[in-house]
């Protein structure tokens, strides 16, 4: 096996609610703006330990998400050493296949890859993310009656394939990035944390 992963993404994006996307539909105003980060709670890739390690994109969907030719930014955690680096990129655009390969192939452009100092948090559906000075966003979960955090599971699409989804939404989204073309500045729209356990 060449990389074994545990840990935590935080997914949030234009579109209202709950995003189209994870059922492959069309998301809300025919595109979506999206940032998403995984953070790794322990793993290794080829024998490199990545535990704490965090990297995150900013991508622009043109329509639905299955269709692919995604335009993205790549960021990884300016803490990671170059091996840690090195391993991550290699699992995240697919060269070392697994689930998490099939994401990686809808994505048309990667206009750069940098670090930058990442600060996630996610715990029970209530989060933060702030990716250097492009992007921040914060998270609140959706509770059921019971005042569990309300989910979603099996679904079409995900950036943490198989894992369910805590589902919530975003009192704060801020995102700009002229290259992938994204401007966004909400508030209250769709929010997600999944545990994700990738392997390939």
């Known amino acids: 096996m060449a990389y074994k992963l545990?840990?935590?993404m935080i997914e949030i994006c234009s579109c209202e609610t709950v995003c189209p996307c994870f059922v492959g539909e069309m998301p809300d105003g025919?595109?979506?703006d999206v940032t998403v980060a995984w953070h790794m709670d322990k793993g290794t890739v080829e024998g490199v330990d990545v535990a704490g390690c965090t990297i995150a994109a900013i991508a622009h969907i043109?329509?639905?998400?299955l269709d692919g030719n995604w335009r993205a930014a790549v960021y990884i955690d300016d803490g990671a050493s170059k091996d840690q680096e090195g391993a991550l990129l290699n699992v995240f655009t697919g060269k070392l296949g697994g689930a998490i390969a099939d994401v990686a192939?809808?994505?048309g452009e990667v206009v750069g890859v940098e670090r930058v100092s990442i600060a996630f948090t996610a715990k029970g559906g209530k989060g933060s993310l702030?990716?250097?000075e492009v992007a921040n966003a914060q998270m609140e979960p959706y509770l059921t009656a019971d005042g569990s955090v309300a989910t979603m599971s099996n679904t079409l699409f995900s950036g943490a394939p198989g894992a369910p989804a805590l589902l919530g939404r975003s009192p704060h989204y801020r995102v700009k990035h002229k290259a992938v073309g994204v401007d966004v500045d909400l508030a209250g729209h769709s929010a997600v944390e999944c545990s994700f356990n990738l392997h390939g």
């Open 105 to 107: 192939k809808l994505i």
């Open 130 to 132: 702030k990716i250097g």
């Open 6 to 8: 545990e840990g935590r």
């Open 62 to 65: 043109p329509g639905k998400p």
């Open 30 to 32: 025919g595109y979506c």
